[in-house]
Nanobody, 115 residues
């Protein structure tokens, strides 16, 4: 059984910051990549930023310079520091864990940016 749990969503003012955390546990074996996606109602889930086991990252243009991902391999945990938040960042954020065989997803955490 694999569990992926996110923490840290909430309400923040325009220009503010939030930090999301995601911890993976269970029979995951070797994790290749961990990252964050987001999905607005009626839209496809989109990449926010991912980080592989070597520390290389891939992020959406819309968050470059504002969002930073980091990872603790020993704890199977990934963090997303979100700065200079905009109303367009309002949506549900999902943690993704990929072990080379399949993806595991968290339940999602709501981020709301108020103007």
């Amino acid at each position: 059984q694999v569990q992926v749990v996110e923490f840290g969503g909430g309400l923040v003012q325009l220009g503010g910051s939030l930090r999301l955390s995601c911890a993976a546990s269970g029979s995951i074996y070797s994790i290749n990549a961990m990252g964050w996606y987001r999905q607005a109602p009626g839209k496809q889930r989109e990449l926010v930023v991912v980080i592989n086991s070597g520390g290389s990252t891939n992020s959406a243009d819309s968050v470059k310079g504002r969002f930073t991902i980091s990872r603790d391999n020993a704890k199977n945990t990934v963090y997303l520091q979100m700065n200079t938040l905009k109303p367009g960042d309002t949506t549900v954020y999902y943690c993704n864990v990929h072990n080379g065989l399949r993806d595991y997803w968290g339940q999602g955490t709501q981020v709301t940016v108020s103007s």
